[in-house]
């Protein structure tokens, strides 16, 4: 590698997160525009696009790192140590987002999206240090197949076999069974238990890619190969969509091909632009907020229930301090729709400003 941190890889990490802090925080949920909502079931938004696209860069950084760490020759036992440890915290601070600041132990919500993260960086690592890349694709296959064999011949009681609807699919039923009171909604958790599964998928066909960016071979030609197989995945989701849908919250089969297709498109783009060209100037926001994404993400949830729970005017009139913010401030010049956007878009920026500093000074919150 010409560098300890790949910038287009850093800045691809920063595209997910701002566009999860951009989705996450508009000023009211009432007025949202489509393409920042998720499909409603089947299907697919830009939106749907986000997180399976951090999930892929993670398995690029996870191979990188781990990477490093082989030809450091630094002993297995420290590196399981801190694959363990990394995986604890993030699972555990996702916990801690989910449960503050009323801290419901009882009715607490299990999954989540750094769960998912830990959960699927825990696996991805431990199936990546013993393993080529040959035998991970093979991983992949079978993930991916049986995820598929799963959901369309294993019965659900009451539905049969089969059933892709929000109600009857196989990957809820088992959620209600297992993790009954703690799931985002009482039937169904699009971070559950089986989804999970294809989800650890996406991750390791992000670390091919950083097999790729570890090659010997030039950045030309590494952006041209991603693109490539950018194109074949891409294709082969959208080509088996009748068969097996698109679908975000069950994370399908096609789901993964799909969003690791469109990852891979993306990331060749910044390849060729800021390897290859070196025009890097366009990508500082998305450098500074990739550079330390999971810590900016806690804090941005921190700071968006902090909002929402603090309660501003008078008595028996009082609004969340979030909401007064919006309407005030953003709603009172811009309107409903676009004042809704520009507040999301504002906190963006907010958090762009704030993390300036650290990356300046290059420091880096390793989590």
């Known amino acids: 590698m010409e560098s300890e941190r790949l910038s287009s890889l850093d800045a691809f990490r920063g595209l997910a997160i701002a566009a999860m802090i951009l989705v996450n925080n508009p000023g009211s949920w009432k007025f949202v525009y489509p393409i920042l ?187 041209a190969v991603l693109f490539g197989y950018g194109v074949v995945l891409t294709g082969l989701g959208l080509f088996l969509h009748p068969f097996f849908p698109i679908n975000k919250q069950l994370w399908t089969s096609t789901y993964v091909l799909f969003s690791a297709g469109a990852a891979l498109l993306i990331l060749g783009l910044f390849v060729l632009m800021m390897e290859v060209f070196r025009f890097k100037t366009w990508a500082y926001p998305f450098l500074v907020l990739g550079s330390n994404a999971i810590a900016v993400f806690t804090a941005s949830t921190l700071m968006t229930k902090i909002l929402t729970w603090i309660r501003v005017g008078a008595t028996g009139k009082t609004q969340t301090l979030y909401s007064w913010i919006y309407e005030r401030a953003f709603a009172s010049w811009a309107g409903s729709m676009a004042g809704s956007l520009a507040f999301a878009m504002f906190y963006v920026l907010l958090w762009i400003f704030i993390l300036i500093p650290l990356y300046r000074h290059k420091v880096y919150i390793k989590i």
């Open 37 to 223: 909502r998720h499909a409603e079931w089947h299907g697919w938004t830009p939106t749907d696009l986000i997180f399976p696209f951090f999930l892929f860069a993670v398995g690029v950084s996870l191979a990188l790192s781990l990477s490093r760490r082989r030809e450091e020759r630094i002993a297995a036992a420290s590196i399981y140590f801190k694959i363990f440890s990394r995986a604890l915290i993030i699972f555990g601070l996702g916990l801690f987002l989910h449960l503050f600041p009323m801290f419901h132990w009882a009715t607490m919500r299990i999954p989540g999206v750094l769960q998912r993260i830990a959960v699927c960086y825990l696996f991805a690592a431990l199936i990546y240090l013993p393993s080529g890349k040959w035998a991970r694709l093979g991983v992949i296959l079978v993930l991916l197949a049986g995820y598929w064999l799963a959901l369309k011949f294993v019965p659900v009681p009451g539905y049969g076999a089969g059933v892709l609807d929000y109600h009857g699919n196989l990957a809820g039923y088992l959620d209600t069974k297992l993790l009954a009171g703690h799931l985002y909604r009482p039937e169904f958790d699009p971070e559950g238990l089986l989804s999970t599964l294809p989800a650890i998928a996406t991750v390791l066909l992000g670390t091919l890619a950083g097999n790729l960016l570890l090659s010997t071979k030039t950045y030309v030609r590494k952006a």
